[in-house]
């Protein structure tokens, strides 16, 4: 049996089947909800309010008394513990969505050499006669030898599919894209004299998906966008992410699909700050951690969550957009960087060839602090080593009691006068506070620790003269 289910404020209402949990629900339905422990009742991040339907359900079990106390009586609910019992009006309030995340996407620029896979080749076409009947692929083809002396291309698919009436649209004048790595290939045929040429990167991280737009011609980075990985609703963490595709029969191609619809639609949005269709992305890149990185392909996670943690390959990959289901140009290469170990993936791989710690003289650590952290220690003489650490429970509030993302009303900076022990703080858009982000964390602790509230071996100093330190003798707390 299914009942009806809408979720507000984005109003997303479907047919759920009876005894699915108003999590899976919100999955299915598409509706913005955190699950940072994926769904096992453990953080208490998923809280709904009931509107309608209340009296169906059946009462809260220990883990909702648990989590959420006095405020089961404003009718919260946790959305991983309530099944679908009947027709449901729920709301989703703030602090259980996953609101738009506030990103350092500007750094110091790092000189390197322009050397594009794709080039723009202009080209007039003699029109074929009853003298002259040769196909238009070979036509095409032989254009780019004689005027450019480029030999043994060949024509992807997709341009195939639709070249004959573009050529005659165009009148025998067009420009050919084509991408050289080792065999070259016409990956895009556009009408008249085009010179501009896009490419676009995009780091697939836990919690954040960043999309760089980027002008081949000049290396100018000319649009970014951000948002919240939609993989949240699974878990805010990859191992969450890998148990969910170990336990769930349909986990593996759920979280395939909720990151391909992801990526299109921040490709989309980088696209549209740069006044550009999707479909002129001649080339794209993709760095992620070795968890992202499997989920994206839908390669098998279950055994590099298990002793000896090996992944289901290490080197790098060369795909069509189309056939990652990318709508950008169906034809373009999809470059997925190499990944280290089961928990170093291709965004440390990016970082390493960012920073190049292999060309130091001095010894380099280099960090890299994320949902899934990584650290990479050497210089030339030593080579390099690497580890990761799970630093999103601390940074991003998963086991945090007041712990969020950077997002609206988290507090980011902080400061503690040493001799009053009066704090002041900064809120991300200037709002009421709502919690505390991982750059607040590390401003409290070390602030509490230069202002002697946090003693060296780590304990909070119970002897400090101030009410805002609380507590007995078993658990002390600096408010």
């Not at 959420?68 to 959305?79: C, D, I, N, S």
């Amino acid at each position: 049996m299914k009942h009806t289910v809408r979720f507000q404020p984005e109003g997303e209402q479907g047919e759920i089947e009876e005894s699915q949990s108003l999590l899976d629900a919100a999955r299915e339905l598409g509706a913005d909800i955190r699950a940072d422990c994926g769904g096992k009742g453990a953080c208490g991040k998923c809280r709904i309010v009931v509107d309608r339907g209340g009296p169906s359900l059946p009462p809260p079990g220990e883990v909702e008394r648990r989590v959420l106390g006095a405020k089961l009586k404003t009718g919260y609910r946790l959305a991983c513990c309530t099944p679908v019992c009947g027709p449901l009006e729920v709301s989703v309030p703030e602090e259980s969505r996953t609101l738009q995340i506030t990103l350092l996407a500007e750094g110091t620029g790092v000189p390197f050499k322009l050397e594009p896979m794709v080039h723009k080749y202009p080209l007039a076409l003699a029109e074929p006669t009853l003298a002259d009947p040769l196909g238009d692929a070979e036509r095409l083809l032989e254009a780019l030898e004689l005027t450019y002396a480029l030999k043994g291309v060949s024509i992807a698919y997709p341009v195939l599919l639709r070249l004959p009436s573009l050529l005659r649209e165009a009148r025998w004048q067009v420009t050919a894209t084509v991408w050289d790595w080792g065999a070259s290939e016409v990956i895009d045929v556009q009408p008249g004299y085009v010179e501009d040429s896009y490419g676009i990167a995009v780091d697939l991280g836990t919690t954040t998906i960043v999309a760089y737009v980027t002008d081949l011609n000049t290396g100018e980075v000319v649009a970014v966008d951000s948002m919240a990985n939609p993989q949240v609703a699974y878990g805010a963490d990859v191992v969450s992410r890998i148990y969910y595709t170990m336990t769930e029969k349909r986990g593996a191609q759920q979280m395939r699909q909720t990151i391909i619809r992801g990526l299109n639609r921040i490709i989309g949005n980088a696209c549209a700050r740069a006044r550009l269709s999707p479909q002129q992305i001649a080339e794209m890149t993709i760095v992620g951690n070795t968890a992202m990185h499997h989920l994206l392909l839908g390669l098998e996670t279950e055994f590099m969550a298990k002793v000896p943690f090996a992944p289901a390959l290490h080197q790098s990959l060369d795909l069509r957009a189309g056939e990652l289901g990318l709508r950008i140009n169906p034809a373009a290469n999809v470059h997925i960087l190499p990944i280290e170990a089961g928990f170093v993936g291709a965004d440390n791989v990016a970082v390493i060839i960012a920073t190049e710690p292999y060309n130091q003289e001095e010894v380099t650590l280099v960090i890299d602090i994320g949902t899934n952290g990584e650290l990479v220690l050497g210089n030339r003489k030593l080579g390099l080593m690497a580890c990761s650490v799970a630093a999103g429970p601390a940074f991003e509030g998963a086991h945090i009691q007041c712990g969020m993302t950077a997002s609206k009303g988290a507090i980011e900076h902080l400061s503690i006068d040493a001799a009053t022990y009066e704090v002041e703080y900064q809120v991300i858009g200037g709002a009421r506070p709502q919690g505390i982000c991982g750059s607040g964390l590390i401003d409290a602790v070390a602030q509490m620790l230069v202002a002697g509230i946090v003693l060296p071996s780590g304990q909070i100093n119970p002897d400090i003269p101030s009410p805002r330190l609380r507590g007995g003798q078993t658990e002390v707390e600096f408010v």
